[in-house]
């Protein structure tokens, strides 16, 4: 790939401290870091709170919406996940707290036809995912992450959060999702990214 978006920071070196449990969780092509580095493709959107709604539409017997204390009343748990970034650097142990994809949908009776997840974000952010891919406990929206609130650099107020899929896919300064029968490739997708982004499977880029 040529397209490249790098910011300070974002250059760690790999460390190996012999641990057979950091090895296995551990993707292939990736290094541990300490830090939590922050790479964006844009400028950072800061949409007020009292402005701020959630939404989830398309594929839906209807749309339902959010806001900021809204989402907040909203049932959360605590998720302590290892994140892995396309950039190849990987994060263990990350703690947050959100809002699990499976309560937003509760709410929403998802159509029979619904197969696909678009997730679209303040600034024009997109990524899509394969509705599997997101049920199940396996994905959150989180609004605070180490105890804090979630910082803008890193997608706050709010962000997707897929553990299991390259960071790419975890959209920050998320503000809703569509559920559709069709795929439809999202911002780095249309740029040559894989359109699974599976970092176990080295889902880096097209072809991958």
């Known amino acids: 790939m040529t397209q490249r978006f790098v910011t300070r920071g974002f250059v760690g070196r790999r460390r190996d401290d012999g641990s057979a449990d950091i090895a296995s969780r551990t993707p292939p092509g990736q290094y541990i870091t300490k830090d939590f580095p922050v790479l964006s493709a844009g400028p950072t959107p800061r949409t007020p709170l009292e402005q701020w709604t959630f939404t989830i539409q398309g594929l839906v017997k209807q749309p339902v919406a959010w806001s900021w204390q809204e989402f907040l009343a909203l049932p959360s748990r605590e998720w302590t996940v290892d994140i892995s970034c396309v950039t190849k650097w990987t994060k263990l142990d990350m703690r947050w707290r ?35 891919d997101v049920l199940n406990g396996q994905a959150f929206v989180a609004y605070e992450y180490d105890g804090a609130p979630l910082a803008a650099e890193h997608g706050g107020p709010a962000r997707l959060v897929v553990p299991a899929r390259y960071f790419w896919k975890s959209a920050k300064w998320i503000r809703g999702m569509r559920l559709q029968a069709e795929d439809q490739p999202g911002f780095w997708e249309s740029l040559g990214y894989h359109n699974r982004g599976d970092q176990w499977r080295e889902e880096r880029y097209g072809g991958d």
């Open 98 to 132: 959100g809002v699990s994809l499976d309560t937003l949908l509760e709410g929403a009776e998802i159509d029979d036809q619904a197969a696909f997840v678009i997730a679209w974000s303040d600034g024009g952010y997109t990524t899509n995912l394969p509705l599997p």
